[in-house]
């Protein structure tokens, strides 16, 4: 039996934000032999075609800067809802998407990369800048504390 292909997913708006995750992403794959997928999310029909080009020229200046060929993906939709959904159709083990960061009404309404991580079922990395170096140092991990009593004691005990 086959097994499933391992991918990084990394939403694409070409920006360099977007490029920032693609370096992040190149040091995951150099690591754990996942491929990567870029997607880009059009709101109409129409702007398929034009994406398509663009990031097909995208994925190959990628592919020549960092060595690896991206896979590439053109949805029709929101991003909020069909970034996690392609995630989660394409078996990506991570979905890895750069942000500009909280601006403007954003403070009001909550961050785009926010809004899109709840709809997602894939683990999600935000990156805002390109890797300070090629491997792993300090990795936050948030815990929900709902189960306070005996799951953090034994978590504490074992540390």
């Avoid at 690591?31 to 880009?40: C, D």
């Avoid at 998407?97 to 809004?115: C, D, F, P, V, Y």
Wanted: hydrophobic residues 45%; positive net charge; glycine residues 6%.
């Amino acid at each position: 039996m086959e097994k499933p292909k391992k991918t990084v997913l990394i939403p694409w708006d070409f920006t360099d934000k977007a490029e920032y995750a693609y370096a992040h992403a190149v040091n995951v794959s150099k690591i754990t032999g996942h491929s990567i997928s870029l997607l880009n999310v059009v709101k109409k029909e129409e702007e398929v075609r034009q994406s398509t080009t663009n990031l097909l020229a995208a994925g190959e200046i990628m592919s020549q800067k960092y060595g690896i060929k991206p896979e590439i993906i053109i949805k029709k939709g929101d991003i909020f809802k069909t970034i996690g959904q392609t995630a989660t159709d394409h078996n990506a083990d991570i979905v890895i998407m750069g942000t500009h960061g909280i601006r403007g009404m954003q403070k009001l309404t909550g961050s785009w990369a926010l809004k899109v991580i709840v709809k997602t079922k894939v683990p999600f990395v935000v990156v805002q800048d390109f890797p300070k170096s090629n491997n792993f140092q300090k990795v936050v991990f948030p815990v929900a504390l709902l189960l306070i009593g005996s799951l953090i004691m034994y978590f504490i005990t074992r540390i």
